[in-house]
């Protein structure tokens, strides 16, 4: 199952985030999918502010993770730059723990991930229009999108 959602403005993506962040629980992943400025970032913005969390939220080219402390901790993956890498900077400890995890462009650490996750794939359609998708993977997943009212 697949839901989609029509995010018109930056804006729409961030509190579509902000109310997504409001379900979220210790140990859920988020996987973000979509090509270079897409909204990942935007929508990642927030899912921080929907967590409580002050700090500002960006990915900084060489960081492949920020953490925030808010409601939970968030750990905040931007793993471009492992493409054709099969680095694995232990990764299992991440997804083991208490903390919400996002993964931008998760797809190049696909052999690290858990099966069951939320997959969000945002696709640009106009300078302010996106798509978004959501497949999740697992009951906890399948019940938070129920949740969602999509
Ligand atoms: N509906 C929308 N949702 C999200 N961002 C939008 C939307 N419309 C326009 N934008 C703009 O698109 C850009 C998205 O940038 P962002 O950094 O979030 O993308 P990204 O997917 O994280 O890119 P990267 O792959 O480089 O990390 C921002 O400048 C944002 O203002
Ligand atoms: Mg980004």
Redo the contacts with the bound molecule.
Sequence with gaps: MTYTKM????????NFAICLAKLLKSGDLLT?E????????????GLAKGLGIQRMVN?PTFTLLKQYSGRLELNHF?V?RLENSDEDIGFEEFFTSDAVTVV??ARFIEEYLPKERLEIT?N?QS????KMSLTPIGRRYENLCRELNL
Excluded: C
């Design positions: 995010l018109n403005s930056p804006e729409e993506t961030e973000l979509g090509d270079l400025g897409a909204g990942k970032t935007t929508f990642t913005k990915s931007d471009y931008e462009w945002i640009r300078d302010q229009e996106r």
